[in-house]
């Protein structure tokens, strides 16, 4: 199981800061910061992790932002932050990817125990960092040359409890759209909350922030996000339903540029589309258009690529699609970059 060296607290009562190590070979040398908020009466497990995404920062100073927004004297059990998960990427250059084997571990997870470094992640993540935990919420958005919605994703195990817990869950997030995802993407390696479903532990991935860069408001939106949940779960005091249910999208549509090409969007994240609607054209190197892109459903823009050079095949955005009872003929789609 993994051991955690702690160094020392913050000056602030109840919150510790050391490093995590797990005891696989492969990760020698490696270990990752983490925080401990540790509240005075006992209660449930909420762990926190950012930074799968190094380059997603206002979702990585909201994990670092936990401490000074939570009184753990009036919190009820623990919650445990892993800010910086890739830390292969820190203090360098990578998108999306740990760059010692090019996976995006937010795609990869369960992982496997006799894979890849970053499949190997995965698998510690899942077996051992989160086996105690109680909920997970994995903060993330806006990556360079990205702007999100804001947004929460989580997967339904078809079990009515544990679906109802789920949704439950991200509901009290208070994001403008919650991603449900069906049962059947279980069957496919994905998202932490994705490989936590079969294992009975609720989770979410929350998603705002645009371009890599730190935004104040972004940071706010993540943190308030976290209390919320924690409110939700009995963790703090005070009311977990800052607005009205958030629509819910159970099918994601992955959209791709037909062609090479210099973007042009005519649309922002999180806004409404409509079937049929423009929403980016591709021009050539002296403006003449190549390609149109337009919506193939209604839905919502769940992100924005803000690139102007794009290859064929290369994301443009996703379409949310609000729950419907009429049966869809597409089904979600994950592209070959899967970078957000
Ligand atoms: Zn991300």
């Not at 997603?56 to 753990?72: F, G, K």
């Not at 609720?202 to 935004?215: F, H, K, R």
């Not at 939106?221 to 339903?241: D, E, I, T």
């Not at 892109?293 to 919502?300: E, F, I, M, N, S």
Request: aromatic residues 8%; contains cysteine.
């Amino acid at each position: 199981m993994p051991a955690i060296d702690w160094t020392g607290g913050s000056g602030r009562p109840g919150v510790e800061h050391g490093w995590l190590s797990f005891p696989d070979p492969v990760f020698e040398g490696w270990r990752w910061p983490v925080i401990r908020i540790r509240g005075d009466a006992p209660g449930p497990h909420l762990c926190i992790t950012a930074g799968v995404h190094i380059n997603e920062v206002s979702s990585i100073r909201a994990a670092q932002s936990l401490p000074a927004a939570i009184d753990a004297s009036g919190l009820r059990g623990t919650i445990s932050i892993l800010p910086i998960v890739n830390q292969p990427a820190a203090y360098t250059f990578a998108k999306a990817v740990v760059p010692i084997d090019g996976k995006n571990l937010h795609f990869s997870f369960p992982g496997a125990a006799d894979g890849s470094f970053t499949e190997r992640l995965a698998h510690a993540l899942i077996h051992e960092w989160f086996a105690d935990a109680d909920m997970v919420i994995d903060l993330h958005g806006g990556d360079f040359g990205e702007e999100m919605a804001r947004y929460v994703v989580c997967q339904r195990n078809g079990s009515a409890r544990f679906d109802d817990r789920a949704l439950d869950l991200a509901q009290a997030f208070g994001a403008d759209l919650v991603v449900a995802l069906k049962p059947d993407q279980m069957a496919a390696r994905g998202r932490c909350c994705t490989a936590l479903a079969p294992m009975g532990i609720p989770a979410l991935v929350s998603e705002a922030g645009d371009n890599g860069a730190a935004d104040d408001d972004a940071v706010a939106w993540h943190v308030a996000g976290v209390v919320n949940v924690a409110r939700r779960m009995g963790m703090l005091p005070g009311s977990a339903h800052p607005r009205p249910a958030s629509p819910v999208i159970d099918t994601y549509l992955w959209i791709t540029a037909p062609k090479q090409g210099l973007l042009e969007t005519r649309f922002a994240a999180g806004d409404r589309v409509r079937q049929g609607q423009l929403l980016a054209r591709l021009r050539d190197p002296f403006g003449a258009v190549l390609a149109d892109v337009l919506a193939p459903v209604d839905g919502y823009a769940m992100f924005r690529i803000s690139l102007m050079f794009v290859a064929e095949g290369d994301l443009v955005t996703a379409i949310g699609v609000p729950e419907d009872p009429r049966p869809q003929s597409t089904t979600s789609q994950q592209p070959t970059t899967e970078e957000v």
